[in-house]
């Protein structure tokens, strides 16, 4: 099934890339947390890297860091190929990766970060327990997880907005839908 999202009609650009409009609206929110947060050299992993903006706006920005974008779907691939053409070399080709199952995390080795940006909520809560599971295996010994999202506080949406998007969502797929701030801490506490 594929799900109706409010980013579902991206803007796609004369050269291929897609510009989500939540991409826009969120990407100086995230970039001002790994600028204060993430460490100034090393490699960047982004799960489910989507339509590649953000793998290329990050990667200008943090030029210590060398970004190994993966999704799922290489129907993005064209449109993270094309953002990543514009970033200096810093992006590594993408692969296809699916973090929701069991031994996502085999043959990707180390990372000094990873990155998952708008996704818990896409996922049912079995995925994302596997996928917050795996963090600590492609994780180098300091390393640090970045996730970004919207999240149930407990139990109750922090705007009407969400609220009618946590519905809307759960209205196509009973088993997805944002997931407790609480529930995914403690599954991260390790």
Do not use: C
């Amino acid at each position: 099934m594929s799900l109706v999202l409010p980013d579902s009609g991206a803007e796609v650009l004369a050269d291929g890339r897609r510009m989500p409009k939540s991409s826009q609206r969120n990407a100086a929110a995230i970039l001002q947390v790994l600028r204060s947060e993430a460490p100034a050299q090393g490699r960047m992993l982004e799960l489910a890297a989507g339509a590649g903006v953000h793998s290329a706006l990050f990667a200008e920005a943090l030029s210590g860091l060398n970004w190994q974008p993966t999704d799922l779907d290489p129907g993005h691939f064209g449109s993270i190929t094309a953002w990543a053409a514009q970033s200096a070399g810093r992006i590594r080709a993408t692969l296809v990766l699916d973090a929701t199952r069991e031994g996502w995390t085999s043959g990707l080795g180390r990372f000094d970060a990873v990155l998952l940006v708008n996704l818990l909520h896409l996922i049912p809560s079995a995925g994302a327990e596997v996928l917050l599971a795996g963090l600590p295996e492609v994780l180098a010994t300091d390393g640090t997880a970045f996730l970004y999202g919207p999240f149930l506080r407990d139990g109750q949406a922090t705007s009407p907005g969400d609220a009618a998007f946590d519905a809307s969502l759960r209205a196509q797929d009973p088993s997805i839908g944002y997931k407790d701030l609480d529930w995914v801490t403690a599954r991260l506490a390790l």
